[in-house]
């Protein structure tokens, strides 16, 4: 797993990515351009925008930082076939969901807005989706932690 | 004027009969209410505990029961400690790890048995007790205990149960008849079936027990009940290696709560069972069945078993919808402690405790896969149990003739003669292929639906060319077939779902197998293109519409598992 420079990206490519406002954080999966995929999310009826605005109004708002991260599963494009390429993303995706629920770096900070509840692959083959999410969230964490130091 | 009104103060007696009443009706059962007396054992570090209900008449009658007693081996208390314990509001000095909470289970768990607690207690060598009479309450008005007189009879009872132990307390309550509690029958009945759970982790260790007694009945001694039976679990959910015989652990993981990293985590420990129906599954042993009926998988105990400080506080909750009334194979333990008490709102009784809806997100993300897990299970075990796939629609459908609009009659050109025969002669190459790809540890046979003798226009197949949704062919005799592709997400996400007999499944198998039989009257009738480029297209066709439907079923993956069904 490499995690993009903010805004490398492949015109195709399976990647997790992170959007942060205030306190909310929202996850989300793409197999295309991923600054593409964060300019929808910003957009009016963009998931993030909506989610947000049903739970804080104001934090949807108001003209606070917005930062987005990405992180590009090279494990996917190395072990997986093309067409299994979605559904793994999406399997790690959920991980990472659950992951964060369970981190109290990330968790005591950040209400997660985002949910798996309509992607989330029943089942996976590959074993080390675990590791893969674990990392991501380990990398996140990372990521996160000197902002409140 | 103000100012004398801001520095006056007053202190306002309290109405002790009126309180004891109010904490006697804090909506405690009799059984529930001597779960709580039993607390108090526990946390007096009890290792044997008897609970006894001494009846008069009938066994099943309401307000049978004229006296409930508790009585352990714990620490004990003195006169101090009797006084504190019959306090209204006991000194707040509890372990971390306690039981106890706001200092009122005694009183309001006794006082709503009986009308009179009395409190035999024997610490060192030294026996006491003290009694609390509601009648004596509202005679005097005031708030009294009053030493009993029956200390030598208490003392007794004692050591007849412990054996002379030198320290331990005997709660007794009596003057039930203003109660009309239920039946000694139905509280044993409760107690037996509840205690083995609700104090797991305290029975687990080898030197602790409970033992019921009402009277004239044998003693029953409870043995400790793991609502997940995580012994007999496997450890994870594996969907191809799954019997319908054992329970899984799907999740077993630490929930991050609370505004600060030091807040200790919650466990959650969620069990999948199989259906309780599986029980009575031909295939399995006697005692394979007898072990599934012992899980009990039924609406009683579905659910989070909420447990503080290892104790069961919540049976069965489904934490605000979570899991919903048919998810019935479904438990979660959710053990928190002391620490959590004001993040979840623990109440006086310690029953009822409020979520936050940060919590609840997370406890129902952490769910999500289990519960969707659970509804696998359960299809996976009424597969077991029912009707084999595609058989409604094969029944009724056994002299459904296949039609070609634009064909008045039969085909009779040579032409027309040699596309039928190599339609037949590929679908028969291609099965064959797929049979020989398969891996070769598999030495079951393709788990198709026909193994009966007469022939099926639907079938269902795991070996189906990869994308496609069904592979049509066609029979000598009996002409289109079509396999329906068991590894599409369309299977997955909605055939699975809709039960065999159903008029929504039957009328998906119907559209799929007009497709197949349109498939072959093209490629045996349309004379003016070739057959090679006839399959191409049909193919492709195919192709893109099985790769579309796959990307809108893993899209939709939540419309037959969201528990409303």
């Known amino acids: ?149 | 004027m103000t100012e004398n009104i801001d520095t006056e103060e007053k202190e306002l007696p309290i109405n002790a009969l009126r309180v004891c009443e109010a904490i006697a009706k804090i909506g405690y059962t009799p059984s529930a209410a001597l779960m709580d007396l039993a607390d108090n054992s526990f946390t007096a570090s009890a290792t044997q505990i008897h609970i006894s209900l001494s009846t008069v008449g009938n066994y099943a009658k309401k307000g049978n029961v004229i006296e409930y007693g508790i009585m352990d081996n714990g620490s004990g208390m003195d006169e101090v400690g009797i006084e504190n314990a019959l306090r209204l509001g006991s000194d707040d000095d509890y372990q971390q790890d306690s039981l106890s909470k706001f200092g009122m289970g005694l009183k309001s768990a006794g006082f709503s048995l009986g009308a009179k607690i009395v409190v035999f207690s024997r610490k060192d060598g030294n026996a006491t007790a003290w009694e609390l009479d509601r009648d004596e309450i509202e005679r005097r008005q005031a708030y009294i205990i009053k030493r009993a007189l029956n200390i030598d009879e208490l003392s007794e009872q004692f050591n007849t149960a412990f054996d002379n132990e030198t320290s331990g307390t005997f709660i007794q309550v009596t003057k039930t008849e203003c109660n009309n509690n239920e039946s000694a029958k139905k509280s044993i009945e409760k107690l037996t079936s509840q205690l083995g759970i609700v104090y797991y982790e305290f029975l687990k260790e080898n030197d602790r027990s409970i033992e019921v007694a009402a009277t004239g009945k044998p003693n029953i001694t409870i043995s400790p009940i793991d609502i997940l039976h995580k012994e007999d679990a496997t450890i994870s959910y594996n969907s191809d290696q799954y019997e319908g015989k054992k329970p899984c652990i799907s999740y077993d993981h630490e929930l991050a709560i609370g505004d600060s990293e030091d807040c200790p985590k919650l466990r959650l420990e969620i069990s999948l069972f199989p259906q309780d129906g599986m029980k009575s599954y031909a295939a399995f042993s006697e005692g394979e069945r007898k072990k599934i009926a012992s899980y009990k998988v039924n609406r009683k105990h579905k659910g989070f078993f909420i447990y503080r400080n290892g104790r069961l506080i919540r049976w069965g909750d489904n934490l605000d919808g979570i899991v919903s009334r048919d998810r019935i194979g479904f438990r979660a333990r959710l053990s928190l402690n002391t620490s959590h008490d004001n993040y979840l709102h623990v109440d006086v009784s310690k029953q009822h405790l409020n979520i936050s809806e940060d919590i609840l997100a997370k406890v129902q993300r952490a769910c999500e896969q289990s519960l969707r897990w659970h509804d696998e299970i359960f299809s996976k075990c009424t597969e077991l149990l029912r009707p084999e796939e595609g058989k409604s629609f094969n029944e009724r459908n056994s002299d459904l003739i296949e039609e070609d609009p634009q064909e008045t009659s039969d085909p009779t050109t040579l032409e027309a003669t040699e596309r039928v025969n190599r339609t037949i002669r590929e679908t028969n190459e291609r099965i064959d292929e797929e049979e020989t790809q398969a891996p070769k540890e598999e030495a079951e046979p393709e788990t198709l639906v026909n193994e009966a003798p007469s022939f099926n226009k639907v079938q269902y197949s795991d070996r189906v060319r990869s994308g496609l949704l069904w592979d049509s062919g066609v029979d000598t005799s009996d002409g289109t077939f079509v396999r329906i592709n068991k590894n599409h997400e369309f299977y997955n996400t909605i055939l699975l779902h809709l039960h065999e007999d159903s008029p929504e499944r039957q009328s998906i198998e119907a559209i799929i197998w007009c497709m197949g039989a349109g498939e072959n009257i093209t490629k045996q009738r349309l004379e003016d293109v070739d057959f090679e480029t006839i399959d191409k297209v049909i193919h492709r066709v195919k192709r893109t519409m099985a790769t579309n439907l796959e990307n809108w079923s893993l899209e939709n993956q939540d419309l037959y598992t969201d528990g409303s069904e």
């Open chain 1, 1 to 149: 797993m490499v995690r993009n420079s903010y805004c490398s990206s492949k015109a195709r490519q399976p990647c997790i990515y992170a959007i942060l406002k205030d306190s909310y954080i929202y996850i989300g999966e793409t197999q295309r351009y991923v600054f593409s995929r964060w300019g929808s999310h910003l957009s009016k009826n963009g998931s993030f925008i909506v989610n947000l605005l049903k739970i804080d109004e104001d934090a949807a708002q108001e003209d606070s930082k917005v930062e987005a991260i990405s992180f590009h599963l090279t494990e996917i494009e190395e072990n997986c076939e093309n067409w299994e390429w979605k559904k793994v993303t999406q399997s790690i995706e959920h991980e990472v969901h659950l992951k964060i629920d369970q981190s109290s770096v990330i968790s005591t900070k950040y209400t997660t807005i985002s949910n798996t509840t309509r992607t989330a692959p029943l089942h996976s083959k590959y074993q080390w989706i675990d590791s893969v999410a674990e990392n991501l969230v380990g990398e996140l964490e990372n990521h996160l932690s000197p902002r409140d130091g």
